[in-house]
């Protein structure tokens, strides 16, 4: 399986964010909380839509959550 | 494990087992040689209608057992919905299926221009369908654990 080239910080974010489960985070964008540990390891490349309101949930702009190759710099 | 990769593995082997137990049944009623060109189609036209029926009532039964079992188990509900990430393995799946069953299908018409058995025709389909059938639950099996 080829490696995805869009990176997340997902993890993270949820940790900062009142240590947010999976299953929560799952539930306020609507998917399943398969879909998200799918994000978070990295074996899945989101839809446009979904990555929306991911960052909708966060509060925080696309760019600071989702990242293109190798681009970590956040 | 998540639930649908528990799911992919129990509808792999329940698929597995309900083929093998009821050829092993049909066996036993196989028809013998020398039969009748219309017994023969109509051994193999029932065994596909019923067949078909067995395993959708077998599927349903298993799924609401392996549901309430899940649940008792590990205390959470089975996902409502399907998500972006269900319907594009789904695709994965149903696309690898139909291939497999189109190759099958070719497979057994070659059967038949090369003068070979009736019976062999019938034999080639319904294993490419039940090989059709465990190549959609072993590829959805492996994008659940390895990703889209």
Known sequence: ?74 | MTYQEKKSITTLISAVLIFAVYCLYKYAQYPEEGMALEESIRYWGSFVLVLTLVSIVAHIVINIIFNIIFRITTGEKEPAFADELDKLIELKANRNSFFLFILGFLLAMVSLATDRPLNLMFLILIASGFLSDVTGSITKLYHYRKGV
């Open chain 1, 1 to 74: 399986m080829a490696k995805n080239l869009v990176g997340n910080h997902i993890r993270k974010l949820r940790f900062n964010h009142n240590e947010m489960t999976q299953q929560q985070l799952a539930d306020k964008v609507g998917v399943t909380r398969q879909t998200i540990v799918a994000l978070e390891k990295g074996n899945y490349s989101p839809s446009l839509e979904l990555a929306f309101r991911i960052s909708r949930a966060f509060g925080l702009p696309i760019e600071e959550i989702f990242f293109y190759g190798d681009d970590t710099s956040q």
